[in-house]
């Protein structure tokens, strides 16, 4: 249980005992709790592939990354391209490959392009999480780690606390957790994945190291509002984020809704020429937004 | 497979050795023979848990079928979820294996293709969450750790959430050890909710003394319908570490 590491280092090559596609190890991604995820190359095809600590663990996910992508045509997360054995030191571990996607981090890409894109990118996610949803799925886990940007768009990474509606969250995140902020259960509903939308965008509002800091602080939503209330960027949306914080929203779509709202709003209310620029930016970003949410759309509808 | 199974385990969370009484892998392994898991969270600040420490909550966990870990109290309420949260996996995933060896005849599930274990670990997770799930937190309250019952409460508040979070039922029951005149007091008894209210800190009595295994001998008295049969009775009585035998534990569950 202490060791999520596995014992040795990967060989650099090898086939799967099943199904004999073989794999070249490239790099390390990154390890969570249930196993190391590493590039490869499959077939002359980028793929991530996770090996697996815990076999059971492992295969749960890759249930769930195969059951959220029942939904051909509304296909969310990367695609689940194998599920296999690999023999090695005289051990079998389960592994299964997925579809390499290909981006920055969320938390750093705002972090590099500015706090102006983080309404746009919530939308986006919010888009994603309406799909899930509709297919009777919670995310769980939403939190800016398993969140890739590429090519302007996100990518929901991470499959293992995808959960059905009305079950138990199977994994959280206790800094996006509603529970942990005292303000719900754990219960998979719809609004708990808005709860986490929510935290997030405090979060990427703040910065890595302001949030580090409040993370200290008492964990319940009057903490979360004065946050937001002493924030500049925040407190133009706290309408959308204090109702999420609440569990005022049903559905993905109605926060979305009145955060494109709010944005709307907000390009109006820019002077037209005050410090130069700014407006054009703000027609811009909304620009930026509708082509984006038909690029998403159109993206949906043709995968 | 529309069955539900009754899971039962018991949560010790402690920082260090146990010292008087019957050994604890020893209790861990009666709990077991009564189809209780064990779970074991060592708890540490900023010193390091002794080896013995360590080997003894990893062995207590082994002993008790059940998983352990060692961490810091900022870590203590996901570890708490988490840990139980596989530990049920486990057990139910053991029945099924057992249920599936039955059906396969000598090959196992590991001997099924990939996508047909995809399918048994769904099974798994489908029963684990509609199952009733009992479950005794046992809380070292030994001077030592004093400082860390604050991380403590919010634990078992936190959990008690996740317990309700979750379709199948769960009750949870709370005592410390050592207790006033027993090994161990029943601080909050069975119950689905825990309010927040609950001081851990107030009323304890503050020993050196960590009667660890004694403790969990109590806790298992606390499930209903549980009586020591003749020879565990006796097994209590002599604390002789006792080589358990792995096989068999689990076919009695309730499904
Ligand atoms: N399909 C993928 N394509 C590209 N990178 C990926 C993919 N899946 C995972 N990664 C990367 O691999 C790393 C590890 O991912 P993983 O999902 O195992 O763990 P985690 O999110 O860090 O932890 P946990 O599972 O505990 O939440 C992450 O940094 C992630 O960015």
Request: charged fraction near 25%; glycine fraction near 6%.
């Amino acid at each position: 249980m202490s060791s999520n590491r596995l014992p040795l280092p990967v060989p650099v090559t090898f086939s799967g005992k099943w199904n004999q596609k073989q794999y070249t190890i490239l790099k390390e991604l990154g390890s969570g709790a249930n196993g190391t995820v590493y590039f490869a190359v499959c077939n002359g095809r980028k793929v991530a592939v996770k090996i697996g600590t815990d076999p059971f663990d492992l295969l749960m996910e890759a249930n769930m990354l195969k059951s959220v992508q029942a939904h051909r045509q509304e296909r969310i997360g990367p695609e689940l391209i194998d599920v296999d054995d690999l023999m090695y030191a005289g051990r079998s571990y389960s592994y299964y490959a997925m579809e390499y996607v290909k981006g920055e981090r969320l938390d750093e890409y705002v972090e590099r392009v500015g706090a102006d894109w983080i309404p746009v990118l919530m939308v986006q996610v919010l888009n994603r999480l309406a799909v899930l949803h509709r297919q009777g799925w919670v995310f769980g886990d939403v939190k800016p780690d398993n969140i890739l940007v590429w090519n302007k768009q996100v990518h929901l990474i991470d499959f293992g606390g995808v959960s059905q509606i009305g079950r138990a969250v199977r994994q959280f995140t206790e800094d996006y957790d509603r529970a942990s902020w005292q303000a719900g259960d754990r219960r998979a509903e719809r609004s708990y994945d808005l709860f986490a939308v929510a935290v997030m965008m405090i979060c990427l509002f703040l910065g890595r190291q302001d949030w580090d800091r409040i993370r200290c602080q008492v964990r319940h939503l009057p903490t979360l509002c004065d946050i937001i209330r002493d924030n500049k960027g925040l407190s133009l949306y706290s309408e959308p984020i204090i109702k999420a914080l609440y569990g005022k929203y049903v559905t993905a779509e109605e926060m979305k809704r009145e955060l494109l709202e709010t944005l709307r709003s907000r390009v109006q209310a820019t002077p037209a020429r005050k410090d130069g620029g700014t407006l054009d930016f703000w027609i811009g970003s909304l620009f930026v937004a509708s082509l984006l949410l038909l690029a998403s759309s159109l993206y949906y509808l043709w995968m | 497979m529309n069955k539900t199974a009754t899971l039962r385990q018991i949560l010790v969370v402690t920082d260090g050795c146990s010292n008087v009484g019957i050994s604890p892998v020893a209790a861990a392994a009666l709990a077991r023979e009564q189809n209780i898991t064990v779970n074991v969270i060592g708890v540490i600040d900023r010193d390091e848990m002794s080896e013995q420490g360590e080997r003894e909550i990893r062995e207590m966990a082994k002993a008790g079928g059940g998983l352990s870990d060692i961490v810091y109290p900022a870590q203590l309420s996901q570890t708490v979820q988490m840990l139980t949260r596989k530990a049920m996996t486990r057990t139910i995933q053991h029945v099924v294996h057992q249920e599936l060896k039955e059906i396969l005849g000598d090959s196992s599930v590991v001997d099924l293709p990939p996508e047909k274990r995809v399918q048994v670990a769904g099974m798994v997770d489908e029963l684990g969450e509609r199952s009733h799930l009992d479950v005794v937190m046992l809380i070292d309250t030994s001077s030592s750790m004093k400082s860390k019952l604050k991380a403590v409460q919010q634990a078992i508040h936190d959990f008690s959430i996740s317990l309700r979070s979750r379709s199948g039922t769960s009750r949870m029951a709370v005592c410390s050890f050592p207790g006033k005149q027993k090994h161990l007091d029943v601080r909050i008894p069975w119950t689905e909710q825990v309010d927040k209210a609950l001081q851990l800190g107030s009323n304890l009595t503050m020993s050196g003394v960590t009667p660890t295994g004694p403790a969990i001998v109590e806790a298992i008295t606390l499930f209903e319908h549980v009586e020591l049969p003749a020879h565990l009775a006796d097994h209590y009585r002599s604390p002789v570490q006792r080589n358990q035998d792995d096989e068999g534990l689990l076919q009695d569950h309730v499904f």
